[in-house]
């Protein structure tokens, strides 16, 4: 007897996001998915890897959410991923048109994703809860940079810095001072944090709960970011402190490197999400220095390496689906081990 498939819509499937890393996930799965695709351009790579795929409007325009409506009523939707975090901030505002359509939401609580997608009040909500964060200042005025008094900083804004757009590292008060000209051109203000730890003991954590708040599973990445695909900033260490070791290395977002078990950190987050009120997926970006992790970053959301965790075994949107659309019971089942290495990726498609 043929599986009655599963209609799932994605959106901002333009590139290498969040979008196309749920995709990438969904199918590995063994489940039979039949998949919705949306973008804001025509010549979108995602476009052409899904059964049917629409162009709708920014999620800022008054007519998104009405394009969403109609897609799910044609396509007969089940469940619903935002790919971009502008989508999944309007999507999650908008939680009970969604909910009136019967469609299965797989994220967090509004407040939890507006906390987190502000860098500096997380590091605000953390430090108030007693857990490790590198020391965090919030720049409005150059007079502000009088403020900060360690070196070297990550200079990046508080909301909105996908992929690392717009991040810089000052060593010494002169170059934070022109980081802070050149951002304050373009920003209402920007954060910034210590520099901690050295490059290779960076991780990315993902932390999964169920809608409930029942915790299901984290899983570790160490990153290698020295890499050129893994790598926005690499600059040789000036600072004379040599425990962050000879290159200060700043991410660009495709992490890549040793998935393994790292329980200690794993256990870390769980704890700060549980704290957080978590209600789906979580991403941690997170550095280990001096035996203790201090958290950065935390993305309310699937993560970039979402697919690169469901080739280890650990499927996240795919676990939320079974468990709300199909009814399973969800165990906690073991993951493989190992080093998972990304590269670009090609594909002609025809002009629409």
Known sequence: MKKKKINVLITGLGGGGNGMQ??????LSSLPYYFIGTDIEKLSFGLSLVDKGYVVPLASHEKYLCSLRNIIKKEKVRVLFPGSDPELKTISQNRLTFEKLKVLLPINPAPIISLCMDKYKTMQFLKSKKFNVPRSFFIKSLKDTRTVDVFPVVCKPHI??????????????????????YLLKYLRGFLVQEYVGSADCEYTVGVLADLQGNMIDSIVLKRNIFPALS?????????????????LTISSGISQGRIGKFREI????????????????????????????????????FSGTTSLRAIAGFNEP?????????????????????????????KLIKEL
């Open 266 to 301: 794993a256990k870390y987050c769980e704890q700060v999400a549980a704290a957080i009120g978590v209600r789906g997926p979580l991403n941690f970006q997170c550095r280990v220095f001096d035996g203790k992790v201090y958290i950065f970053e935390i993305n309310p959301r």
């Open 318 to 346: 795919d676990i939320l689906i079974r468990k709300y659309v199909l009814g399973q019971r969800i165990k906690k089942t073991p993951y493989k081990k190992g080093v998972i290495l990304r590269a670009l990726e090609e």
């Open 22 to 27: 749920v995709l990438k996930a969904l199918k």
């Open 231 to 247: 790598s926005r900033i690499k600059i040789a260490n000036r600072s004379g402190r040599a425990e962050l070791g000879k290159i």
């Open 160 to 181: 909105a810095s996908g992929g690392s757009n717009n991040v810089f590292i000052a060593q010494d008060r002169r170059e934070l001072r022109l980081m802070a000209e």
